[in-house]
């Protein structure tokens, strides 16, 4: 799976878990860099993020880089830890659904 497709998943979740009746607001949307904040009906919050590391990236031809991608979600310990639960749960539980193959890296042209 490239970048591109995932970040487009990464996107249609949030906008299927507007339908759930979660508050999404996109903090970071940038090369490499995606963070929202999500709030669920009882107002609480997480933060969804992902990180494409380009420092440990791998160069496997003259215009492709292979790189880990870490996702994941930021919360505030004790009250935050079901809802951030949740919301990997149902990320995942997306991405299954929504995606051929999950793989553990993202390939992208610089």
């Keep these: 799976m490239n970048l591109k497709a995932f970040i487009k998943?990464?996107?249609d979740f949030l906008q299927?878990?507007?339908q759930k009746?979660?508050?999404?607001?996109?903090?970071?949307?940038?090369?490499g860099n995606y963070l929202a904040s999500i709030k669920n009906i009882e107002g609480i919050e997480v933060q969804f993020f992902i990180e494409l590391d380009l420092e440990n990236s791998e160069k496997l031809s003259d215009t492709t880089k292979q790189s880990n991608l870490n996702y994941g979600v930021i919360r505030k310990k004790g009250e935050g830890d079901a809802f951030a639960k949740e919301v990997l749960d149902a990320f995942h539980e997306y991405w299954s659904k929504?995606?051929?193959?999950?793989?553990?890296f993202i390939i992208y042209k610089p």
């Design 98 to 104: 929504h995606s051929v193959k999950r793989k553990t």
């Design 21 to 31: 009746g979660w508050k999404i607001e996109v903090l970071i949307e940038e090369f």
């Design 16 to 18: 299927e878990s507007e």
């Design 9 to 11: 998943l990464y996107q």
